[in-house]
T-cell receptor, first 114, second 115 residues
């Protein structure tokens, strides 16, 4: 595609519900990242995929957070039993490969947990 | 791990003036320093980057300088225009032997350019 696509653009959920956020990277980009942007914490790294494997999950804040990537393309970030502190913008980025640090970001999913 | 501090948090300039944003980093092993521009409702967009083997890089009205000894780097925007108004983020990679896009970001600078 022309750019990194994320859906939904906005998600409002109730505390305790599960949510799934989707990312469609730029075609041909093998590396995919999830970052979180919140007022208090700025931009934080969550997880890195190279192909379908995730060699670095060190930024996931708790075991309620998980992510997968299938077919080396689309990725889904799942947050189980959402909490109010999970409210943030979740940004996906992709790059050409593992040694390419130039990230192309999507517009993000604004998650609001009520 | 890496820690990146960014100043100022807000910056207001008149059109045509220059703007400078400064960042410091903590990990001397970091070797890649990008700058991102984020407009309202959009994701960050890479505008310029520099590696630790050079001291300065320029692209039209924007430039970045790096002082490895002092562990700080700066973004310079000359002849500012209203469309430069946005939030700017500096970042540093988490080297430690890796070279992928795991970045530590500064807290951001809200730049406002008044016509």
């Amino acid at each position: 595609g022309a750019g990194v696509s994320q859906s939904p653009s906005n998600k409002v959920t109730e505390k305790g519900k599960d949510v799934e956020l989707r990312c469609d990277p730029i075609s041909g980009h093998t590396a995919l990242y999830w970052y979180r942007q919140s007022l208090g914490q700025g931009l934080e790294f969550l997880i890195y995929f190279q192909g379908n494997s995730a060699p670095d999950k060190s930024g996931l804040p708790s075991d309620r957070f998980s992510a997968e990537r299938t077919g080396g393309s689309v990725s889904t970030l799942t947050i189980q039993r959402t909490q109010q502190e999970d409210s943030a913008v979740y940004l996906c980025a992709s790059s050409w490969g593992p040694t390419n640090e130039k990230l192309f970001f999507g517009s993000g999913t604004q998650l609001s947990v009520l | 791990g890496e820690n990146v501090e960014q100043h100022p948090s807000t910056l207001s300039v008149q059109e045509g003036d220059s703007a400078v944003i400064k960042c410091t980093y903590s990990d001397s092993a970091s070797n890649y320093f990008p700058w991102y521009k984020q407009e309202l409702g959009k994701g960050p967009q890479l505008i310029i980057d520099i590696r630790s083997n050079v001291g300065e890089k320029k692209d039209q009205r924007i430039a970045v300088t790096l002082n490895k000894t002092a562990k700080h780097f700066s973004l310079h925007i000359t002849e500012t225009q209203p469309e430069d108004s946005a939030v700017y983020f500096c970042a540093a990679n988490n080297a430690g032997g890796t070279s992928y896009g795991k970045l530590t970001f500064g807290q951001g600078t809200i730049l406002t350019v008044h016509p």
